[in-house]
């Protein structure tokens, strides 16, 4: 007999080092998320997949499931709490959709689509972070970076290289590139490494891309967030 986890009611089957995320996504239950991709570790930056487990807030991405869990995913208060966090992401950087090529693709703006988001809410900071267009084929623009880490992972995890880290703290936190310049022209990076296409935003961008697809036809135009992620993700 298997064992299970409850979310909103429903039972979840799950196998023994499996995360609440794993659980959900194999079950078809969709958690908000940011940082989250299931082929790399899971690292609880975003915060937005936070439950409750059994009365408690959890990051679902890093807490393992446990049977008998009573886990809450949708209510009134984690919504707001999501959708707030959200609004945080987008005023502290400069997110702004309709002139970023990313527009339609981007996981952030779909994020926000999802939970119905409909201003910032906060002021914002209009944060001054300089671009690292240096590198033939891929640029970076430190304003629509989130944090994620999910670059730094997948560097480390896939490409088997060390080409960004994440340096500083609270609003002094900045992505940073591993070379003795610190652009990206001279890291060790290629067009083809995943680290330069697993950007959730417009951080990471490869060059003469950018309107390739027209807008309108991009993959969060005709599909909600949660459909594309669990199609992706539930393997």
Known sequence: MSKTITIDGQEIPFQDGQTIMDAAIEANVYIPHLCHNPDYTPHGSCKLCTVKVNGRNCSACTFPASEGQDIINKSNDLEKDRKRITQMLFVEGNHFCPSCEKTGNCQLQAVAYHLD?????????????????????????????????????????????DVFAISGRGINKRLIVNSKSGQLKDSNIELNDCAAHICPT???????????????????????????ALAKEHK
């Open 202 to 228: 417009g951080a990471i961008l490869i060059k003469r891309t950018g309107y390739q697809v027209p807008i309108g036809q991009r993959i969060y135009d005709h599909q909600h967030i949660d459909e594309v």
């Open 117 to 161: 988001m409909h201003d910032n809410h906060f002021p914002h900071f209009f944060a001054k972070r300089e671009m690292d267009a240096s590198h033939p084929d891929i640029l970076i623009d430190h304003d629509r970076c989130i944090f994620c880490n999910l670059c730094v992972r997948a560097s480390r995890e896939k490409d088997g290289k």
